[in-house]
């Protein structure tokens, strides 16, 4: 058992790992770091539409969480991967494996990043291992260059991103996306403001000059678009219909060319169908401990990135905070947003450390909305605070983001460790 007081952090995300980052260097040597995932790897799924397409970038979206990679040699911050929190009480959590002797870890702080869930090849299962992702992506890699007619079904970002990715690898392939709305992403009349409210279950709001763009590149492309109709997606598949000609709503490469009918009363035919889902919060964790903490899917959070719960007596009213993708801070649900959640909650939490209050914490304005469309095309916007919402040229995003896909600098520059961390072998 350490002398030290524990800080623990559920979930090496980005934010989470971010979070570790800033706050190692700020703590009292009376305190450290307890960097708790279920999976022995992090991963990238910025990158995880371009790894479903193109050969090789398997490689580059997944780091070994290790000791070595995460902390700097001789540091006194622990990583505890892989291990599941089974239960949270107020000042100590339950661990599915023991740490240093014991199920229960005793902490002075526990910040929350579990992140979001989404459907594989976007990130991987919740069991899964680091091998066993990678094969599903080489996988999906397989069945992507077998087929002739693709149906994306949903015209958000993620939607976009991976036609994008194929036309990019595969001229010839038709490739049909299906939006429910009039037009790509989700535009607004006004400039969208990622000061508001949380956006995790759908497009944020969107500059609407980015979906026109957005929709010229689609038409540059041979990306054929169809708006304001939906795929009717069947309740559940009929393993005993998959010879028949119709789409049973299975995800992937189909037995055969299927018909896909849309609630205008149109059809298309389809040998390979991606079902485009935003991201889900992953906060089962915090639900089964109280519901009360949750508001619209999130967890609930004060201005210091506190959990805030309407239950008077939650365990998790007094020691918790929570940051990133599954928590109720207003802004968009980004990279960049995590991250500044990861330095507003490091400075409260190195100041109760220290016996100091916590200060209140509000996002910075400035935001970013970037849309690649492959290695080479895409579009975006920045959102400056004061000047409003700017559009980028197609130039910046293959720049910022489009060509390598901020791997290098974002995922491999998160790990601190002694060991340099490069794409795998």
Known sequence: MSDQQNIVIIGASHSGQSLANYLAPNLPASHRILLVDALDYAFWPIASLRASVVPGWEKKVTVPLTQENVFPFGSIHKLIVPNRVVELKESSLILEKPFEGSNEVPFFKCILATGAQQPTPMRPSADSTKQQWEDTLVKTQGEIKQANDIVVIGGGAVGLEIAGEIRSSYPEKKIT?????????????????????????????????????????????????????????????????????????????????????????????????????????????????????????????????????????????????????????????????????????????????????????????????????GAEKGAGTLTFPLVGTWQVPGAMVKAAKGSKLLVEDLFYGRFKGENKVTASA
Request: aromatic share 6%; with cysteine.
């Open 177 to 373: 996306i299906v939006h429910s709305s009039d037009h790509v992403l989700h535009p607004t009349a006004d400039a969208p403001n990622p000061s508001g409210k949380a956006h995790s279950y759908s497009s944020p709001p969107t500059l609407p000059k980015l979906s026109i763009t957005l929709e010229k590149l689609l038409k540059e492309m041979n990306i054929d678009l169809i708006t304001s109709d939906k795929v009717i997606i069947p309740s559940s598949n009929n393993p005993e219909s998959e010879s028949a000609d119709q789409w049973t709503g299975s995800f992937g490469l189909q037995n055969g060319l299927k018909t896909l009918n849309l609630k205008s009363g149109k059809t298309l035919k389809a040998d390979y169908v991606f079902i485009s889902v935003g991201n889900k919060p992953n906060v089962s964790l915090i639900e089964q401990t109280d519901k009360s903490a949750i508001n619209a899917g999130l967890v609930n959070v004060d201005e210091y990135l506190r959990v805030k719960s309407d239950a008077p007596n939650s365990v998790l009213n007094k020691n918790y905070y929570a940051i990133g993708d599954c928590c109720s801070t207003p802004g968009w649900k980004t990279a960049m947003g995590a991250d500044q959640d990861a330095k507003g909650c490091a400075i409260n939490i190195a100041n109760e450390a220290k016996g100091k209050a916590p200060k209140k914490y509000a996002r910075p304005a400035l935001a970013a909305m970037i849309i690649p469309m």
